[in-house]
């Protein structure tokens, strides 16, 4: 096989015109410039130069090898620099799924940051339930997986009988809040009790893998089964219902954004013994190699510290509304 250096000697001498320019631009003397394009004759038996008293020039066989040389060095160049910005993070594709709802602000607030800083990167996005996203996780299809339970507890390292070197990144604790339907009155001021609404309607979600949704959940805690007229993930959809009138619904901070706006439902806080909040964090796996996730997380947590405070905000708005 060519050797790539004794492949630029020839594009060198053939670019300059001389060995000894060609040999001052490689850093290397005139004799081993010269030794290089020998090797090289040797091993293609074709001679590639011709020396005179003005200097030398190449063969044909020398000028169409000095063509080839080119464009291996440009190949050379690309493949230096492609290896290089992968290694580094600027370059690559990263593989992210996400729960409905963090993909309202959370995840795309990150990513826009992300790839304002490296906007060569490949973007894989997969939407999904955490019970969904985990084993597409450690079947290594996804680099990151954004996900939520109702423990403060990280989930144990053994996912569907498996056991992983799944890390969890806390992100940040969503709570629920009550929709409330025009025309409601809370009898107090302050947290409304679940217990004082097991006469009302409820719009529900459909509950994930083996677990029931949360309001089932809450009711089951103050002793009564929901009356639920309907059931969605979409949390917009529910919005709609509990504005016109439809039910009560248990809605997440991380929901309520431009949906909020558009409908102005009143939200109340919630009173109850079972947890209503969502620990929201980002999986990753630990043996995963590819320099975007650690970026990616950092962009991830910065955009997360900044909802906490939006979390913040809208908690006193609620607190100060249902106090009026």
Same mark, same amino acid.
């Given at each position: 096989?060519?050797?790539?250096?004794?492949?630029?000697?020839?594009?060198?001498?053939?670019?300059?015109?001389?060995?000894?320019?060609?040999?001052?631009?490689?850093?290397?003397?005139?004799?081993?410039?010269?030794?290089?394009?020998?090797?090289?004759?040797?091993?293609?038996?074709?001679?590639?130069?011709?020396?005179?008293?003005?200097?030398?020039?190449?063969?044909?066989?020398?000028?169409?090898?000095?063509?080839?040389?080119?464009?291996?060095?440009?190949?050379?160049?690309?493949?230096?620099?492609?290896?290089?910005?992968?290694?580094?993070?600027?370059?690559?594709?990263?593989?992210?799924?996400?729960?409905?709802?963090?993909?309202?602000?959370?995840?795309?607030?990150?990513?826009?940051?992300?790839?304002?800083?490296?906007?060569?990167?490949?973007?894989?996005?997969?939407?999904?339930?955490?019970?969904?996203?985990?084993?597409?996780?450690?079947?290594?299809?996804?680099?990151?997986?954004?996900?939520?339970?109702?423990?403060?507890?990280?989930?144990?390292?053994?996912?569907?009988?498996?056991?992983?070197?799944?890390?969890?990144?806390?992100?940040?604790?969503?709570?629920?809040?009550?929709?409330?339907?025009?025309?409601?009155?809370?009898?107090?001021?302050?947290?409304?009790?679940?217990?004082?609404?097991?006469?009302?309607?409820?719009?529900?979600?459909?509950?994930?893998?083996?677990?029931?949704?949360?309001?089932?959940?809450?009711?089951?805690?103050?002793?009564?089964?929901?009356?639920?007229?309907?059931?969605?993930?979409?949390?917009?959809?529910?919005?709609?219902?509990?504005?016109?009138?439809?039910?009560?619904?248990?809605?997440?901070?991380?929901? $309520?954004?431009?949906? #909020?706006? +558009?409908? @102005?439902?009143?939200?109340? !806080? %919630?009173?109850?013994?079972?947890? &209503? /909040?969502?620990?929201?964090?980002?999986?990753?796996?630990?043996?995963?190699?590819?320099?975007?996730?650690?970026?990616?997380?950092?962009? $991830?947590?910065?955009? #997360?510290? +900044?909802? @906490?405070?939006?979390?913040? !905000? %809208?908690?006193?708005?609620?607190? &100060? /509304?249902?106090?009026?």
């Amino acid at each position: 096989m060519l050797s790539s250096g004794r492949l630029r000697a020839l594009l060198e001498v053939s670019r300059t015109g001389s060995i000894s320019a060609a040999a001052k631009k490689l850093q290397l003397t005139p004799s081993a410039v010269s030794h290089q394009i020998s090797t090289l004759e040797r091993e293609l038996e074709t001679k590639l130069i011709e020396r005179g008293t003005r200097g030398v020039w190449l063969t044909a066989a020398g000028g169409r090898l000095a063509e080839y040389s080119e464009s291996i060095a440009d190949l050379m160049e690309r493949a230096e620099q492609e290896t290089r910005e992968l290694g580094g993070g600027e370059r690559g594709t990263l593989s992210l799924g996400f729960f409905a709802s963090a993909g309202l602000h959370l995840v795309p607030t990150a990513l826009s940051t992300f790839m304002a800083e490296r906007p060569r990167v490949d973007l894989n996005l997969i939407p999904g339930q955490p019970h969904e996203l985990l084993p597409r996780l450690l079947s290594t299809e996804l680099d990151v997986a954004v996900v939520f339970d109702y423990s403060a507890a990280a989930p144990s390292a053994v996912t569907h009988g498996r056991t992983s070197s799944v890390a969890y990144h806390p992100l940040l604790v969503d709570p629920h809040f009550l929709a409330v339907p025009p025309g409601y009155r809370q009898r107090a001021s302050g947290p409304v009790r679940i217990a004082d609404l097991a006469s009302e309607q409820w719009i529900a979600t459909e509950g994930m893998d083996n677990e029931v949704a949360l309001v089932d959940r809450v009711c089951a805690a103050e002793g009564y089964a929901p009356n639920v007229r309907c059931r969605t993930d979409y949390y917009d959809i529910t919005l709609g219902m509990v504005s016109a009138g439809l039910g009560f619904a248990l809605i997440p901070a991380l929901s $309520l954004g431009p949906v #909020a706006e +558009r409908r @102005r439902v009143p939200l109340r !806080r %919630l009173s109850t013994p079972h947890p &209503s /909040a969502r620990h929201i964090r980002a999986a990753t796996r630990g043996d995963n190699p590819n320099p975007l996730v650690p970026a990616f997380l950092t962009h $991830l947590h910065n955009t #997360a510290s +900044r909802i @906490r405070e939006e979390v913040e !905000r %809208l908690i006193a708005a609620v607190d &100060s /509304a249902s106090a009026g």
